[in-house]
């Protein structure tokens, strides 16, 4: 598992290449995994390298480190941070592929697909705890904190998911509790210890959280836009599975609130219904209704005010990005 | 979910009160649990407390806790820690009960039984992540660099475990290593942090911690013995997983190697086969075998030497305790 054999990671964009200002320091992060996750026993090291080759775009820690440059200091605890938070991202994917039962996830097949649910499940326990005991090789408890926080909220977030499951009456409101928990409390994490190791002011780091929860609320809702109407050839991974595990997201809750009574009734009985085809089914609801207008739409709102909190950064490269990110998020198909 | 409602833990021996010197610090233990795990989520709360009904031994808090007051001084951080440990000790169980089907825990239905496994899953990870959320917050780094270490070692332990099913193969040192790691880092790490907080002196922290190796290791091959020959009735919890599921434990190893060849063949043929009645049908060979005298007889041997490490320690009622528990937890039916 030598990290300089492994392909570089795929681009948010094709063609505009957000990785180049912090190329070195992605490939420090990319050490540092490597380096953490080995492991003497060829079994346990065969099943981590597998995962470490499902590599996806590292928005986690694009954003710390994005956010350390902007800021104008960049330190080896913010390497050491990126490949915590990108540990953490990895633990709970892998737990999804449990979850959701998806066979496919960033192009290969999921850890569950092919060790199965045993593994899988003991394999996000490791990348966890890897993730915290690295955070707690800094010399301040203040970064575990901040990271025990951040997955507390995780782990909450998407514990009420599951256990809202086929609750066909989940509110908006819910629902943004829901992915402020399951997504933007760890992005917002990643762009909070960026800005505080690179010593930026009190008000520049708040500006900064608050930049990250937006972009990860803009990310989710992008991404539940995708596992509705996505194509799984674009995406790299299994779509439709939260509909077929009647998990509401935003355009479906706007339906069932929002839209006329005869179509409202219709989206609920295709969600309730054994039917496997659901996800076919819902698209005309979808398109006529406004559902997929409406989220889309609550996206780009979110990333417009996360753009907004970074007039308080000089202009930069770095900054640059982190604003080409708000409008990458949103527009997505993969 | 109020701590002072919920019955007192267990006794590991009905008849002598092995918990009183520790009483009012496992109060404050349970008092630690209650507050960090509440949740502002009714569902979420539900699921929370369905946990911490479950309650065990407390073994690993106990081993914390009895360890300072032997080294002469308990702090604040002790019960922090106490609760830490517990709670990765109670993540690791809930996803064991996806791990290994068992429908019944600590004589309460598992949470897999319940709520499914997603939620088992995610339950964990809640654990997982409010233990190490918790143990950042005690000043210093070093007492989550230590959980850190020790937990790594434990998901290590349970992959290797994992992916060594069906292994007819396993070596002793292969099974020492998996339950070295499985269970004694965990117990070894109690009995680290206990000493080292109490302030004792380096060398009488280094043989507690070969203290709590020994008896943690000693405590997995009599667990192991239980699954295999135990009472669901006096245990309350399934049985039988282990061989189930193909996982060597110890008098199995022996008799397949120190066996005569006649039932070693049988043995291999028996765990080979798809019938559902394993443990009847190795009874016999584990009695006449000897399979079982010699599991027990290393439990007692590691035992042993884990009361010897205890006369780097005055006497004491705790030092007394430290010293019964080794033989408890090698004459156990629960």
Same mark, same amino acid.
């Given at each position: 598992?030598?990290s300089?054999?492994?392909?570089?990671?795929?681009?948010? #964009?094709?063609?505009l290449?957000?990785? #180049?200002?912090? #190329?070195a320091?992605?490939?420090e992060? %990319?050490?540092?995994?490597?380096r953490v996750?080995?492991?003497? /026993?060829?079994r346990?090291?065969e099943?981590?390298?597998h995962?470490?080759?499902?590599?996806?775009?590292r928005? !986690?820690p694009?954003l710390?480190?994005?956010?350390?440059?902007a800021?104008?200091?960049?330190?080896?605890?913010? @390497?050491?941070?990126?490949?915590?938070?990108?540990m953490?991202?990895t =633990?709970?994917?892998?737990?999804?592929?449990v979850?959701?039962?998806?066979?496919?996830?960033?192009?290969l097949a999921?850890?569950?697909?092919?060790?199965?649910?045993?593994?899988?499940?003991l *394999?996000g326990?490791?990348?966890?705890? /890897?993730a915290? @005991?690295?955070?707690?090789?800094?010399?301040?408890? @203040?970064a +575990?904190?901040?990271?025990?926080?951040?997955?507390?909220?995780?782990?909450?977030? %998407?514990? +009420?998911?599951?256990?809202? !499951?086929?609750?066909?009456d989940?509110? %908006?409101?819910?629902?943004f509790?829901?992915?402020?928990?399951k997504t933007?409390?760890?992005?917002? +994490?990643?762009c909070?210890?960026? #800005?505080?190791?690179s010593g930026?002011?009190?008000?520049?780091?708040?500006? &900064?959280v608050?930049?990250?929860?937006?972009?990860?609320?803009?990310f989710?809702?992008?991404?539940? &836009? &995708?596992? *509705?109407?996505?194509?799984?050839k674009?995406?790299?991974k299994?779509?439709?599975?939260?509909?077929?595990?009647?998990?509401?997201?935003?355009?479906?809750i706007?339906? &069932?609130?929002?839209?006329?009574?005869?179509s409202s009734?219709?989206?609920?009985?295709?969600?309730?219904?054994?039917?496997? /085809?659901?996800?076919?089914?819902l698209?005309?609801? *979808?398109?006529?209704?406004?559902?997929?207008?409406?989220?889309q739409?609550r996206? %780009?709102?979110?990333?417009?005010? =996360? !753009?907004a909190?970074l007039? +308080?950064l000089?202009?930069?490269?770095?900054?640059?990005?982190?604003?080409a990110?708000?409008?990458?998020v949103? @527009? !997505?198909?993969?």
């Open positions: 598992m030598n300089v054999t492994l392909a570089p990671p795929p681009l948010i #964009a094709p063609g290449d957000l990785y #180049a200002p912090i #190329a320091d992605l490939e992060v %990319e050490r540092i995994l490597a996750l080995k492991n003497k /026993h060829p346990v090291a099943v981590v390298a995962v470490q080759h499902y590599r996806g775009k928005l !986690r694009m710390l480190l994005l956010t350390a440059r800021c104008g200091r960049m330190t080896p605890a913010h @390497h050491v941070l990126g490949a915590v938070v990108e953490i991202h =633990a709970t994917l892998v737990h999804d592929g979850l959701d039962g998806a066979r496919i996830r960033r192009r999921t850890v569950n697909a092919v060790w199965g649910v045993q593994t899988s499940v *394999l326990d490791y990348l966890f705890t /890897h915290f @005991h690295l955070a707690s090789t800094l010399d301040d408890a @203040h +575990c904190r901040m990271i025990g926080e951040a997955t507390d909220r995780v782990c909450e977030g %998407e514990l +009420c998911q599951v256990l809202q !499951r086929g609750n066909l989940l509110s %908006e409101a819910e629902y509790d829901i992915i402020d928990g933007a409390e760890l992005t917002a +994490c990643c909070h210890l960026g #800005a505080l190791y930026a002011p009190p008000e520049v780091v708040q500006a &900064l608050r930049y990250g929860r937006r972009v990860g609320l803009a989710q809702i992008a991404d539940d &836009l &995708l596992d *509705l109407v996505g194509e799984e674009m995406t790299g299994s779509l439709g599975t939260d509909v077929e595990q009647q998990k509401l997201t935003l355009p479906l706007y339906l &069932l609130n929002q839209g006329d009574k005869a009734a219709r989206v609920r009985q295709i969600l309730s219904s054994p039917d496997n /085809h659901k996800r076919e089914s698209r005309p609801y *979808l398109i006529e209704g406004g559902g997929l207008a409406y989220a739409r996206a %780009e709102e979110l990333a417009a005010e =996360a !753009r909190e007039v +308080c000089p202009p930069s490269p770095c900054r640059s990005i982190l604003e990110l708000t409008e990458r949103v @527009h !997505r198909n993969t």
